[in-house]
């Protein structure tokens, strides 16, 4: 068995709770779940029947061809919690009617994309863990270990409302001094973007990276851009109380008489905050776009995520 370890800092606040549903803590479960999660999402030019192989081999896996893991992890963390309030910033969102096309409404940026989390504890930016690795022979460390675990920093985070920039972090330093970790957002996208669009989350020649065109002193203030730039952008794309397009953008939408607008279905945008080796932060939002589960919809959904790409690129830079 090989051992590498990573230290990582956690950019923004991390809602990630312990065995007892409520305590904030990080666990090894958590973290392998969402490597295993966006490691399928950086190899989708592979069939499904190869991936769950290969998945399987080194993640480990159950059923029929059940098998141990060739890589375990643990973590040991310096991590500060917290029940502070989240930064409070109001922003001016669209609101659109057919009287009123340049109607607004007030919305709490920080709070509107934690909702449903935001009055938990959490563990506060700043914070510091160290995730170890143990795996052998067969485990490739660039391809198995550096690649999904660099995804999902930059992208991913960990916990409740990851996809809309909470739970971010950065790989400070590795016991290997051969890594290499000096690997970019965009150096990771101009590889994996390429291929067909697949029936769940995965890079594609169809992804788009947008980010925010200079860097900010801190991760509010980067958040503070990407956030807005999706909430302004997903509620001006139709008049209030239309979901027709706003539902391809993330549901459920309960206030909508469809029935598959209130069912729970898999955002396509990441929002991400990194922070550089300068100290400054940047933000990101990646569009991971997938075949939607309900059939008739495709040229709606091209329409909506098209528009919302189109929206993006008023506030963000389109780079990818």
């Not at 549903?21 to 779940?33: A, D, M, Q």
């Not at 985070?157 to 001094?177: E, H, Q, V």
Request: contains cysteine; glycine residues 8%; hydrophobic residues 35%.
């Amino acid at each position: 068995m090989h051992t590498i370890t990573f230290t990582c800092e956690i950019i923004t606040p991390m809602f990630l709770a312990g065995a007892d549903g409520s305590t904030p803590e990080l666990r090894p479960p958590s973290i392998k779940g969402a490597l295993r999660y966006w490691w399928r999402a950086i190899h989708g030019d592979m069939s499904i029947s190869d991936l769950r192989k290969a998945e399987t081999e080194i993640f480990g896996g159950g059923g029929e061809e059940a098998r141990r893991s060739r890589t375990s992890l643990s973590i040991k963390s310096l991590q500060r919690i917290t029940k502070d309030k989240l930064p409070e910033k109001r922003i001016d969102a669209p609101s659109p009617t057919e009287d009123n096309p340049d109607r607004t409404i007030r919305a709490d940026l920080f709070r509107y994309l934690a909702y449903g989390a935001h009055d938990r504890e959490y563990i506060d930016s700043g914070s510091t863990f160290d995730l170890t690795f143990r795996f052998t022979n067969l485990v490739s460390i660039d391809d198995d270990i550096l690649m999904p675990l660099k995804v999902l920093s930059f992208f991913g985070g960990l916990g409740a409302k990851s996809r809309n920039g909470y739970g971010c972090f950065r790989i400070l330093s590795c016991s290997d001094k051969s890594v290499d970790l000096s690997i970019t957002p965009i150096d990771i996208c101009k590889e994996k973007f390429r291929g067909s669009i697949c029936s769940y989350t995965t890079f594609s020649a169809n992804s788009k990276l947008f980010m925010t065109s200079h860097e900010q002193r801190d991760w509010v203030g980067a958040f503070e851009r990407v956030g807005t730039a999706f909430i302004k952008g997903r509620r001006s794309m139709e008049n209030a109380h239309q979901f027709a397009k706003r539902a391809f953008i993330s549901t459920p939408i309960n206030q909508s008489n469809v029935e598959w607008h209130r069912e729970r279905h898999a955002k396509q945008y990441f929002i991400g905050v990194t922070k550089g080796d300068s100290g400054k932060y940047s933000g990101w939002i990646m569009f991971l776009p997938y075949q939607h589960h309900h059939s008739g919809v495709k040229n709606e959904y091209c329409t909506a995520t098209s528009l919302m790409n189109e929206k993006l690129k008023t506030y963000l830079q389109e780079v990818l």
